[in-house]
């Protein structure tokens, strides 16, 4: 079992940044990946960035060059960056820990903070 907590959501201009945070109940390091997803009303969730273990990123095509995900896996926390924030980027962002079991991937999930972009 893996316990998410997001935080760092709010409301900020276009063009502004936010740094959502996700504190982890367990050692990061020992889970495959973590990730950020987003979902805005009436839209599917969508993959935001996840950062493997072995070091690797990956980043939906419309937050790349303006977002970056990050690990501090000494204290357990996952970060998001978001600069140059665009009014499409409103959505609950949710915290995600895929983690790999003998036969099965299970994913864990946070309850989501909300990021607000607007004038």
């Known amino acids: 079992q893996v316990q998410l907590v997001e935080s760092g959501g709010g409301l900020v201009q276009p063009g502004g940044s936010l740094r959502l945070s996700c504190a982890a109940s367990?050692?990061?390091?020992?889970?495959?990946?973590m990730g950020w997803y987003r979902q805005a009303p009436g839209k599917q969730r969508e993959l935001v960035a996840d950062?493997?273990?072995?070091?690797?990123?990956n980043y939906a095509d419309s937050v790349k060059g303006r977002f970056t995900i990050s690990r501090d896996n000494a204290n357990n926390m996952v970060y998001l960056q978001m600069d140059s924030l665009k009014p499409e980027d409103t959505a609950v962002y949710f915290c995600?820990?895929?983690?790999?079991?003998?036969?099965?991937?299970?994913?864990?999930w946070g309850q989501g903070t909300q990021v607000t972009v607007s004038s």
């Open positions: 367990r050692n990061i390091a020992s889970i495959y990946a």
């Open positions: 950062s493997i273990s072995g070091g690797s990123t």
């Open positions: 995600n820990a895929r983690v790999r079991l003998p036969n099965l991937w299970t994913d864990y």
